[in-house]
């Protein structure tokens, strides 16, 4: 089974403080990806990356950054968190190509900005 | 750019009965996938069921099965029999089949709750 973990499931932090969300897969996916849950707003995408070091602009990418040094591997930075970027983040990972086949999901990390 | 809308912000329904929910989108698309997932209190994002509009049979997995109208850009989810344990939050989805990015498009979601 594909597995697709998050690096903290609660997160508390401070405003202005710098902010890592940690995400890895274990089924060698090109495509990754990081979006934001909030109530009556669905999920969100951020920002997705199709291969290590390439990163592509999601629908909200401000106030976000995103590194792939690795394959297994996808980070979401905000540079300077804000209230505003209190919400729940779910990372996913897909095969590139075409087909049925879903994104498999993350646990998700429920961030709090105080 | 596609949208997916869900206009119904909540739902409930008696254990054992049927419940349908509903999901329109728009695209100028001809060729693409729409998904229904679950999220439970767990947050854990579940596949339900999954169509490609090429095809025009509707998709059926056990208790849950689609209605999907391509012309009228509607894809609602049909749940019978429901058991305690299909509460939970229903998103419906949708994914361009060109390109290799296979980015998802959400709508905003449906509280299921599950009534004993």
């Known amino acids: 089974d594909v597995k697709v973990t998050q690096s903290s499931r609660y997160l508390v932090k401070r405003t202005g403080e710098k902010v890592f969300l940690e995400c890895v897969q274990d089924m060698d996916h090109e495509n990754m990806f990081w979006y934001r849950q909030d109530p009556g707003l669905g999920l969100r995408l951020i920002y997705f990356?199709?291969?290590?070091?390439?990163?592509e602009k999601g629908d909200i990418p401000e106030g976000y950054s995103v590194s792939r040094e690795k394959k297994e591997r996808f980070s979401l930075i905000l540079e300077s968190a804000s209230t505003n970027q209190t919400s729940m983040y779910l990372c996913?990972?897909?095969?590139?190509?075409?087909?049925?086949?879903?994104?498999?999901f993350g646990p998700g990390t429920r961030l709090t900005v105080l | 750019a596609q949208t997916v809308t869900q206009s119904q912000p909540e739902m409930s329904v008696q254990e054992a009965e049927t419940v349908t929910l509903s999901c329109t989108y728009d695209t100028s698309e001809s060729d693409y996938y729409l998904f229904w997932y679950k999220q439970p209190p767990s947050r854990q994002m579940i596949l339900v069921i999954r169509q490609e509009a090429y095809k025009q049979q509707n998709a059926t997995e056990n208790r849950f099965s689609v209605n999907f109208q391509k012309a009228a850009k509607s894809f609602s989810l049909k749940i019978s029999d429901s058991q305690l344990g299909d509460a939970a939050m229903y998103f419906c989805a949708y994914r361009s089949a060109a390109g290799s990015a296979r980015q998802l498009t959400f709508g905003s979601g449906t509280q299921l709750t599950v009534l004993p």
């Open positions: 996913a990972s897909i095969q590139a190509g075409v087909g049925t086949d879903t994104q498999y």
């Open positions: 990356s199709y291969d290590v070091k390439m990163k």
